[in-house]
């Protein structure tokens, strides 16, 4: 535990580095704290010993640590309230009833993006629950069609592939017919074992054509399965930041949020609003991210909020919780 003085100090140190980006020095906190320099100077570095504080090559100032973060945040912060022009621009969203889950969520996520200045992403369930509604093949030209998966909750997703030119239209409508005798009314995540064990067998005995249109199908279902539903917002936000001025630290982050597979692990597992700092977050020694879980008539997902370990905690906090409470109350 640290004292009292030793608290406010820590609590004047974070605030004013997530403000100014800029490290604090002595002269600035006597005033606030009504002691000397030298005492003040004492304290700090006595915050620094216990790693709560570091000194920057640059500065005599300190800036948090990772842990002084922690500490903030564990035991200092308290979530601000929301602004009223907060609220209401995030109300316009919750209270349009024409837009559905999906559209609520990204169009939240704008907004979050564009008041905090950083990244924020989505990651929700690939739609296995969905049931299938509509299968549609249509040709572009004689080699490339597109397919077209209809769900019945309005999930439209679709691929482009490639067949052998002979293959007829009427072929082509076979195969198709014939998927949506069997696939229309099951949930996604049935649907590859009923194309196996029950359209396959019937495939099989018809041309080659039918059987290379539904491999590819197929090929196409198993995406559909297999990818989150990822949604990103603001993504150059984050290289805003004096933090991130350095051309290598731009090319990591930037290869990161393109890498599908790293940002599915993003996923929050734990219930509540959760903050990663730092090295906590697995993401980047330099980075926060706070994220929360949300559910809504079964269907689960994430909301993650990504940006220097020097963020509005306080905000953030309150902004997602927000975010929350009206996505599993819709």
Not at 59 to 75: F, H
Not at 217 to 231: A, G, L, M, P
Not at 244 to 251: A, E, L, Q
Not at 257 to 262: I, L, W
């Amino acid at each position: 535990m640290i004292s009292e003085r030793q608290t406010q100090l820590l609590k004047i140190i974070v605030e004013e580095y997530i403000k100014t980006a800029k490290p604090v020095g002595s002269k600035a906190i006597c005033d606030i704290l009504d002691c000397s320099s030298a005492t003040v100077r004492n304290e700090m570095s006595f915050l620094e010993d216990i790693g709560l504080l570091e000194k920057t090559h640059t500065s005599s100032g300190r800036i948090p640590s990772e842990k002084g973060y922690r500490y903030y945040v564990d035991n200092i912060m308290v979530p601000k309230e929301m602004t009223g022009d907060d609220m209401l621009k995030l109300q316009t969203i919750f209270k349009n009833n024409s837009l559905v889950l999906s559209d609520v969520i990204m169009k939240s996520l704008e907004i979050v993006s564009e008041l905090t200045n950083c990244t924020l992403i989505s990651l929700g369930n690939s739609s296995m629950d969905n049931i299938v509604s509509k299968v549609e093949v249509i040709p572009i030209s004689r080699t490339n069609l597109v397919a077209i998966i209809v769900t019945d909750k309005g999930h439209v997703e679709n691929r482009n592939f490639n067949v052998d030119e002979g293959i007829s239209p009427l072929e082509i409508k076979q195969t198709v017919d014939l998927i949506n005798k069997y696939v229309v009314g099951t949930p996604l995540e049935e649907v590859l074992s009923k194309l196996e064990f029950e359209v396959k067998p019937i495939i099989n005995e018809n041309v080659q054509y039918q059987k290379q249109l539904f491999d590819a199908f197929c090929n196409f279902i198993n995406d559909v399965t297999s990818e989150s539903d990822i949604k990103m917002s603001g993504a150059s936000n984050i290289l805003k930041q004096p933090e991130f001025s350095d051309t290598n630290k731009i090319r990591s982050i930037l290869e990161k949020f393109e890498d599908k597979e790293f940002i599915k692990n993003i996923k929050e597992e734990e219930s509540g609003i959760n903050v990663y700092i730092g090295s906590e977050s697995e993401f980047d020694d330099d980075v926060s991210i706070i994220k929360t879980k949300y559910n809504v008539d079964g269907v689960e997902g994430t909301i993650a909020l990504i940006g220097p370990t020097r963020i509005e905690y306080d905000r953030i906090i309150t902004l997602l919780d927000y975010i929350k409470k009206n996505i599993d109350s819709e």
